[in-house]
């Protein structure tokens, strides 16, 4: 069987047409056609593109309209959904209120509800954990006095959900509508034919086949003269027991499901992932006895449990810890919680990084022009142009904001403030740093004022081939590179590298850290890749020729008052 198995995952898929899965022919909801066992998946044949084709191929049914909604009702599911709530309207209005048969209601709308989250959801649509014998028949039983078809019925549907799910091979599928996911799709007949989904399993199983078999029977036990009867035979409220047990658990028991199809795929959060539909709320998991965490679930189905913090409502996960106690159930599946981790932790970077998109950044030291160091100072004379580790401020419009007083800015004007920045004066905060790089407006070459680049640029202004352009030959730009790096690269030399090079940062004693490089002053991704706002600024290539350097040798003529709207001359103010 394996072998064959084997053989047909790895069969090419045929081109066209693709055939679909034959599954088991007509069956009604009720499932009263004898379930046999099998061996043989359903899905064994499945073509590798069956989605992709059999969505493109499959006829679809016209929509359901105001004109033709009576021929497409499916009549056993309409009663079933209408008949419920008219009754439990009657007995609110002409049944005599009883405490007794209101607490039993309450109480059996959880064993009923627990047969399907426990039993036929968690159980065997999804074989999170084994169940030994009894607990499967009273969960078998449970599950058939909620009155939502068989388990094999409800199990083949709900894994179609989650192979398909958005799809319209899934059966209940959230694109088609809130509505249509809740009551929809069973009260009109589908509109496609729903993927194929393997229940070979539950066919082998003895409890599953019983159930299927004797469906029938089991539901009016279940749905009606059990819940009647512990009302009638107990305290003689048979009325009760019919109207309220009954018909009024049963309608709160239905909705109760259906909000899984519903509102656990329109309400909540994305907590693990947001590919599709599939939502997190504490409200969804109030009104479905626990399965309303429901994007856990469908990340991780096969976990046992929906909620998986300890403060997160899930009477269906504490059910089957607790049969596992006594001894009823065992091998509790749980996701590896690495795994479970990552989910959480990829969204978190999702919600960061549009958090991070709306946040301004410095510019890029690529974005800068490069400048000499004696056409810094000379600029400096009618701007208040400060260096600090590399990079050229225009501090202009700060002069009053700075906390450490405008003499504290002016004395360093065409200087490099770097050493008094990094602590030599004051240790300045990272929120200092960060807003320092949003007045960048140049980067200087070589990093600092270096003699031999002064130099050069004096023999070239004195030959006369160019009066301000600092990076006129590739000559120029091997020598910077060699300077600052101590090594020569054909291509770009991250700044990290550069870094590398520098002194390693040695905690000084009894004093703050002095002109210590720090790396990072702010890591927030502002899109999928992490932006760190550069301290120092980055190499660039030494091949490009004249042309790209040539034009980036004056600062650039933005300042951060230009940025900010405020274009009131502060260079008067800081000269
Ligand atoms: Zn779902
Ligand atoms: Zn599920």
Redesign the pocket.
Known sequence: MADTAFAAMHRKAPTNPVPIPQEEKSETKLGVKPLEPTDIPSDLDVPDNYVTRTIETQKRLPPVTMANWHKNIQWVSFLALTVTPALTIYGLFNVKWNTYTAIWSVVYYFVTGLGITAGYHRLWAHRSYTASRPLEYILACAGAGAVQGSIKWWSRGHRA?HRY?DTSLDPYSAHEGFWWAHVGWMIFKPRTKIGVADISDLTRSKVVRWQHNNYLSLLLVMGLFFPMGVAGLGWGDWKGGFFFAGAARLLFVHHSTFC??SL??WLGEHTFDDKHT?RDHFITALVTIGEGY?NFH?QFPMDYRNAIKWNQYDPTKWFIATAQLLGLASHLKKFPDNEIKKGIYTMQLQKLAQAGEVIEWPTDSNHLPVVSWDDFVDESKNRALIAVHGFIHDVSSFMDDHPGGQHALKRFIGKDATTAFYGGVYDHSHAAQNLLAMMRVGCLEGGMEVEHLKQKVRERSLSGSSANSAFSSNEDVASLASYSSGRLSDGELSDVDFLQDLPKKEKPKHQPGCYVPDKFTLAIPPSEEFKIIRSAPRLRKTGGGHGSMASMTSLEDVSRADKIGDVAPLVAAAA
């Open positions: 959900h799910t899984v199809n656990a795929h599939p429901h469908h």
